[in-house]
């Protein structure tokens, strides 16, 4: 279970900032898609009724088919992009609290390591200063 005091309070959003988000989402995402689906629909229909050719009209009904087609190819992936950016910020939000975890083990480890390499090298460390003590007595 994790322990919750290191994970940062989260901010209260502000309602005003808020709105104009959901306001400005409204007038650069869903309307350029809503107008875009109404144009297509109006395009399908004026074909349908305009006078002309009747293999030039199935035509562009096929072609009118076609460009929807990949219309919704391009909804498809959007949808996809969108549920990737939405689970990546969810994923941002819960690292920093196990990169700290595991930043927190990761210390242990490195102070542990310098312990035993320390009680490793201890003995030779009072061998050689054993040795440059006796090497210093003969000189004077």
């Keep these: ?4 005091s290191f994970i940062p ?3 209260p959003r502000n309602p005003i900032t808020q709105e104009a988000h959901r306001r400005q989402s409204f007038w650069q995402i869903y309307f350029p898609l809503i ?3 109404i144009l297509i629909l109006v395009a399908i229909v004026a074909t349908l009724f305009l006078d002309g050719t009747r293999a030039s009209k199935w035509a562009d009904i096929s072609l009118l088919y076609m460009v929807s087609l990949a219309m919704i190819a391009f909804l498809i992936i959007s949808i996809f992009l969108v549920v990737i950016v939405i689970y990546t910020a969810k994923l941002l939000k819960a690292t920093p609290y196990y990169f700290f975890v595991f930043q927190k083990y990761a210390y242990l480890m490195e102070q542990r390591a310098k312990n035993a390499s320390n009680v490793a090298v201890e003995p030779f460390y009072r ?3 054993f040795f440059a003590g006796f090497r210093a007595l003969r000189r004077k």
């Design 35 to 37: 107008l875009t689906g």
């Design 9 to 11: 309070p989260e901010k």
């Design 127 to 129: 061998i050689h200063s």
């Design 1 to 4: 279970m994790p322990d919750n």
